[in-house]
């Protein structure tokens, strides 16, 4: 398979393989090391074919559902339970164009919601991050993770109530 090839199969399934992953993983952190690891493993197996798999996106959703597999072993899952949070980057922009104050607030109360969202439970994340970061409407997330539409909605409501007082309590400061 050649690069212009290659390029096409991930354009067709990309969404589809982040969608498994986001569904399947046990920690948001890890959606993006996994997906990585996907689109690794697909490029070595398919340079080792000769021709190409008869269901391309299948042949990908299995190497997805390997990866998923490698990565959660019990040596993964064990290193899960030890982990170092990094301080995110700054980026550097001209002094004169920001304000300072009402920049670090806003750092300040992005961290604080994300500290929310990472104590809530598995499926509470996965939903906020499915809803807000991949656009996916609330029938599409009760498909994906099998759930009832009233049950997304009640992780999702329930999220954002909890936002909602956080950031109220902020302002009233």
Not at 82 to 111: F, M, N, W, Y
Not at 142 to 164: C, D, P
Request: contains cysteine; aromatic residues 10%; charged residues 35%.
């Amino acid at each position: 398979m050649d690069r212009e090839e290659f390029e096409k199969l991930y354009d067709r399934t990309k969404e589809s393989v982040h969608r498994y992953i986001a569904a399947k993983c046990f920690c948001l952190d890890d959606i993006d090391d996994i997906y990585q690891n996907v689109w690794l493993a697909v490029y070595g197996a398919l340079s080792k074919r000769p021709d190409s798999p008869p269901n391309e996106e299948a042949f990908v959703m299995l190497i997805a559902k390997r990866q998923l597999g490698r990565y959660y072993s019990l040596a993964d899952k064990l290193k899960h339970l030890v982990s170092i949070d990094h301080a995110p980057e700054i980026k550097e922009t001209a002094a004169d164009t920001v304000d300072v104050e009402e920049e670090l607030l806003g750092r300040e109360l992005i961290d604080e919601i994300g500290a929310l969202v990472r104590k809530k439970s598995l499926n509470s994340q996965k939903v906020f991050y499915l809803h807000y970061s991949k656009g996916l409407a609330v029938n599409e997330i009760a498909e994906l993770l099998g759930m009832n539409e009233s049950t997304v909605k009640k992780y999702l409501y329930s999220t954002l109530h909890e936002i909602r007082k956080l950031y109220e309590r902020r302002e009233k400061l």
